[in-house]
């Protein structure tokens, strides 16, 4: 009984944290494809296509209990061509009372298409630096995932902003163009003091807390973040937090993870969140410095299921390991570097996914990394085609952009394989060489910059893997069927596609080899060609072959078996499982033609005659020797099959 009792105690927490796994990747992706969806119906503005913004000064007038802001936001803005006239994204609900330049209030107006078109007080030449201030107020009508959003948690009001896609104009004046970053910004909160139970309101946004100044009734909060940062990700939040700190030493640069969260939930999130700084240290060693080191990350709870990686401040809304490896993830792969459209989707979310993955391989957190790739796997295969590069049609489609399957799971495995495939210590650096690369660093990337760096750091060319992993469909079904003749192990390896897309796939097999007397030995099958035979040597009795013993390989529905006579080996045609009682799978190399199948019992009698295939369904026919005959351009082949 204590045996088996050690078993349920030891499977059931694994089960149950695959079963968490699971659960928070799809809460993740349901939200990202909800978000996008959103994004999707918009468009960014034509009419402010004319400037580059360059600071945001962001001064908001707010309180948890009311669903109402007032500000100042200041913007400098440089022209791109000559223009007498400035646009900016603001809900027409918005009221703007006044627009300010140096002290001078310029002519403007709102209309229907949440516009704020401004009259310049002279032409501004192209090149030209200069700013503006908008003072304005209203009743904020959410737009994005809840931009602007006031509610409750156990009785205390909450207010936050989460303006992905598009929603930041909901709720103040701004420039909601994704390629147009904003290189810093200011944020200064100004709300009650304290709530209606006299708790201290703490306030939150991007970047390095600068100042709290009292104001009679009122606390200012002010925030500079110096880096990159588009509209959406620009963030606040306001209720009585509870503030706590884990220190990230970042070799001798030190920086703060800031936790805010709710009182209620103070316990729990600090039994959970120290998991960050660890998962912080291993993405620092494995690929480069956290982005924003020179000012904080953090998390602030809020009223939402999934969670919203703004930029140095990841809104959360719970902490469960995968969700802050995820969100944390996309600090790098996502803000950092954005993809530069919807096909290339898995540059974010395939990334993030994988990095998940390497926390558990490398802190054995939330199950072994091995379990991870087997689950990945399953998912990808659920479907014989599909690829983690989209068309033109399938961006149409938000929900195949957010795919399971492609743009996560098997975006997380082509690295993984890319990984085996060139070896750690290039597949690392390519990435350290990807993330720092002056073109793309603080801004946008396509697949095809990603691929040219990977070959330039490994010197190969990678274009048939992104063909075969990338760009088409499907995965390799593979049969190997071995003997042992003295030291020396042959094994002959054949392969099928689940799509026509890819003729072949060019794979490095892991094959684990297992002694009689417990004895292991790894071999790597250099699988280039179909049919293709292998001699090993192999100092020991063969008991068995186990394929893929760690789970590297997109594949599905594999065989290994052992040849009782070795015949395998003197033909082109390869037959499994032999014996069977249901199906014989075929295999035959690309140059052997086969223009007839036929099988008879051993009175001679015909049971069945085709053209070549690549199954035989065998069910109906009585058990015992079945003889298959085979014509081909090469001459007569003959095969035994045994049906049991």
């Given at each position: ?9 030891f ?50 007038n707010?309180d948890?209990s009311?669903a ?75 737009s994005?995932?809840g ?6 948690h156990?009785g ?48 939150v ?14 606390k ?52 959970s969140?120290?998991?960050t700084?660890?998962?912080m ?7 480069e ?30 902490f ?91 975006g ?12 750690d ?52 079904r ?8 003295g ?76 040849s ?27 140059n052997l ?16 005659k ?22 081909t ?8 099959l045994?049906?049991?």
């Amino acid at each position: 009984m204590k045996y088996y009792l050690f078993l349920f105690l030891f499977i059931m927490p694994l089960i149950l944290i695959g079963q968490d796994f699971e659960k928070s990747m799809k809460s993740i992706r349901e939200a990202e494809a909800k978000s996008a969806l959103k994004r999707m119906l918009y468009r960014a503005n034509m009419n402010t296509g004319n400037y580059d913004v360059k600071y945001h000064r962001l001064e908001f007038n707010v309180d948890p209990s009311q669903a109402t802001i007032s500000g100042n936001v200041t913007t400098y803005f440089e022209a791109k061509e000559n223009m007498n006239e400035i646009t900016f994204d603001l809900a027409d609900n918005m009221t703007v009372s006044q627009v300010l330049q140096r002290g001078v209030p310029l002519t403007y107006t709102q209309n229907n298409n949440d516009e704020l078109v401004i009259t310049l007080p002279a032409n501004q030449s192209q090149g030209v630096l200069d700013s503006l201030t908008i003072s304005y107020s209203g009743n904020p009508v959410s737009s994005g995932f809840g931009s602007f959003e006031v509610n409750t948690h156990n009785g205390d009001p909450v207010l936050w902003t989460l303006s992905e896609p598009y929603g930041a104009k909901g709720w103040w004046p701004c420039k909601q163009d994704l390629i147009d970053k904003i290189d810093s910004i200011d944020v200064f909160i100004t709300a009650p003091q304290f709530n209606p139970s006299n708790e201290e309101y703490i306030a939150v946004s991007n970047g390095l807390e600068q100042s709290q100044v009292i104001n009679g009734m009122n606390k200012t909060t002010r925030f500079k973040h110096k880096y990159p940062i588009p509209a959406y990700l620009i963030a606040i939040a306001v209720t009585n937090y509870e503030v706590y700190t884990h220190n990230v030493p970042n070799n001798g640069n030190p920086f703060d993870i800031v936790n805010y969260v709710y009182p209620e939930n103070l316990a729990s999130a600090q039994a959970s969140t120290p998991v960050t700084v660890d998962i912080m240290n291993l993405f620092t060693n494995l690929f480069e410095e956290y982005p924003f080191a020179n000012e904080k990350y953090g998390h602030a709870q809020f009223g939402w299921g999934g969670g919203m990686e703004h930029t140095t401040v990841s809104f959360m809304g719970s902490f469960g390991e995968n969700l802050i490896a995820h969100e944390l993830a996309h600090q790098w792969f996502g803000n950092k570097i954005t993809c530069g459209s919807w096909k290339d989707i898995w540059l974010n979310e395939g990334f993030a996914t994988y990095l998940s993955g390497l926390a558990r391989e490398h802190l054995v957190i939330s199950g072994d990394f091995k379990t991870w790739k087997q689950q990945r796997i399953t998912s990808i295969t659920s479907q014989p085609n599909g690829s983690v590069y989209l068309t033109d049609t399938d961006t149409t489609n938000v929900y195949r952009i957010f795919d399971r399957e492609m743009s996560y799971d098997k975006g997380a495995m082509v690295l993984h394989m890319l990984r085996k495939k060139i070896g750690d210590t290039d597949f690392y650096q390519g990435l350290k060489n990807y993330l720092s690369d002056p073109n793309h660093a603080y801004d946008y990337a396509k697949t095809a910059d990603f691929i040219g760096i990977m070959e330039t750091t490994s010197g190969q060319n990678l274009t048939e893997f992104f063909n075969d992993w990338l760009y088409n469909q499907g995965y390799p079904r593979y049969n190997i069927v071995w003997n042992q003749s003295g030291n020396q192990l042959n094994t002959l390896v054949s392969q099928s596609q689940s799509d026509a897309s890819v003729s072949f796939f060019e794979v490095a097999l892991p094959i684990k080899v297992h002694g009689t007397m417990g004895e292991e030995l790894d071999i790597i099958l250099d699988n280039t060609s179909n049919n293709q035979a292998f001699s090993n040597t192999v100092n020991f009795t063969i008991a068995s072959l186990e394929f893929d013993p760690e789970a590297d390989i997109i594949s599905k529905n594999n065989s290994v078996t052992l040849s009782l006579n070795g015949s395998e080996f003197d033909t082109s045609i390869t037959i499994y499982p032999n014996p069977s009682n249901q199906f014989f799978m075929l295999y035959k190399p690309d140059n052997l033609e086969v223009e007839e199948v036929s099988l008879f019992n051993i009175l001679g009698q015909l049971l069945y005659k085709s053209s070549w295939t690549s199954q035989i369904d065998v069910s109906s026919f009585s058990t015992g020797l079945i003889f298959a005959q085979f014509k081909t351009n090469q001459g007569i082949i003959n095969k035994s099959l045994l049906k049991n």
